[in-house]
């Protein structure tokens, strides 16, 4: 073969490779941006539910107006007042917490750790207990519950974080340290409702069952600018995160502070579950269920994996709030119930599956 044919054929390979990474991120892309059409029609039927009746046209009309003009007429006032906020809130925690699971999984190498499975939730769960039964807690008044639930789950975070540096933060410790957790403040949450009084009691299971219906304007904005802050760094943490996947030798053999990376992006997770679960309440499953179908369709890179499963886990928290709103009206059902139901058969897949070919 001379040297002309030789290199025509690298170039004809050269250029394979360079259409096959264009596939390859094209699809990436293009479920993106099919999530984002998704979230926006789910938004605008969630946004025609309630007692008084508003069609999806209607809906996406009063949107667009309220860009440029206050809310005068009682079809306005309800959707920009009463359930767009609920709406956001639904968008705001299904991106936290998807990411937050995602962020996890890389972190621990683990496709079952998520904020549920690693004690943050639980320890949010007692501290609202803590608050609604015994009305101790860290400030008083109306944020009593919200900032108890806050401080316990980055307490829950900041004691993990303690256990991994003492004996190394490897994916073995969090995950043990976050399933004793888990465990002594469901036990504690238990104690608390067992001796407490029957209406306390009632309202500790509703907040641990998972709502947006405590939504506002002022509680989204705290949400917003923790995402804000937040993701923004797990994004730039994308690439160490990709490289923690190939285990930890190799990640040091790449230039990358294993350790840090770890504790940094597991922290930086821990706080945009606490800045949620505080108003929301224990809404398990989101964290774990996007990460996964995500992954089945982009792969494993969480460059895109990141931005990808937050907005598949705003789809998937907005869509099970909206079947919980809908399946027995006018009651509505805790959104935590119907994420519940959701990720049930994925912990069940996920326990029986052999093969590994997108993990």
């Known amino acids: 073969m001379s040297d002309n044919d030789a290199l025509r054929e690298r170039e004809t390979t050269n250029e394979e490779i360079r259409a096959q990474y264009k596939r390859f991120v094209g699809r990436k892309v293009l479920f993106i941006f099919s999530t984002i059409i998704l979230i926006v029609l789910i938004a605008g039927i969630a946004a025609t539910l309630g007692s008084y009746p508003i069609s999806v046209i209607e809906v996406y009309s009063i949107l667009w107006h309220g860009l440029f003009q206050n809310p005068e007429t009682t079809k306005?006032?309800?959707?920009?007042?009463?359930?767009?906020?609920?709406?956001?809130?639904?968008?705001?925690?299904?991106?936290?917490?998807?990411?937050?699971?995602?962020?996890?999984?890389?972190?621990?190498?683990?496709?079952?750790?998520?904020?549920?499975?690693?004690?943050?939730?639980?320890?949010?769960?007692?501290?609202?207990?803590?608050?609604?039964?015994?009305?101790?807690?860290f400030v008083t008044g109306q944020y009593l519950i919200i900032v108890n639930a806050f401080i316990f789950a980055l307490l829950s975070a900041s004691i993990i974080y303690g256990l991994s540096r003492h004996k190394g933060a490897t994916p073995e410790t969090m995950i043990l340290a976050g399933i004793a957790l888990m465990y002594l403040f469901s036990a504690m949450t238990?104690?608390?409702?067992?001796?407490?009084?029957?209406?306390?009691?009632?309202?500790?299971?509703?907040?641990?069952?998972?709502?947006?219906?405590?939504?506002?304007?002022?509680?989204?904005?705290?949400?917003?600018?923790?995402?804000?802050?937040?993701?923004?760094?797990?994004?730039?943490?994308?690439?160490?995160?990709?490289?923690?996947?190939?285990?930890?030798?190799?990640?040091?053999?790449?230039?990358?502070?294993?350790?840090?990376?770890?504790?940094?992006?597991?922290?930086?997770?821990?706080?945009?579950?606490?800045?949620?679960?505080?108003?929301?309440?224990?809404?398990?499953?989101?964290?774990?269920?996007?990460p996964h179908m995500s992954r089945m369709v982009i792969g494993g890179d969480n460059r895109y994996l990141i931005p990808a499963s937050g907005l598949f886990g705003a789809a998937l928290l907005l869509g099970a709030d909206t079947i919980a709103r809908r399946v027995i009206a006018p009651a509505i059902l805790p959104v935590g119930l119907v994420t519940s139901f959701m990720g049930v058969p994925l912990f069940l897949y996920l326990i029986l599956r052999r093969r590994r070919e997108y993990w």
């Not at 506002?216 to 993701?231: N, P, Y």
């Not at 230039?255 to 800045?275: K, L």
């Open 190 to 290: 238990g104690i608390l409702q067992y001796f407490g009084e029957e209406t306390a009691v009632a309202e500790v299971v509703f907040w641990m069952f998972g709502s947006l219906g405590r939504a506002s304007w002022d509680k989204l904005l705290f949400v917003f600018i923790i995402l804000a802050i937040c993701v923004p760094i797990l994004m730039l943490k994308s690439w160490d995160l990709n490289t923690l996947s190939a285990g930890d030798e190799s990640a040091k053999s790449l230039g990358v502070n294993v350790d840090q990376t770890r504790v940094v992006c597991f922290i930086i997770a821990s706080f945009v579950t606490a800045g949620i679960i505080c108003f929301t309440g224990t809404i398990g499953f989101i964290g774990l269920v996007a």
């Open 76 to 137: 306005e006032l309800v959707v920009w007042n009463l359930r767009l906020p609920h709406i956001i809130m639904g968008i705001l925690a299904g991106i936290g917490l998807a990411i937050a699971g995602t962020t996890m999984q890389a972190v621990v190498r683990n496709p079952l750790a998520s904020p549920y499975t690693l004690g943050i939730a639980s320890a949010a769960g007692f501290g609202a207990a803590l608050a609604i039964i015994l009305g101790a807690g």
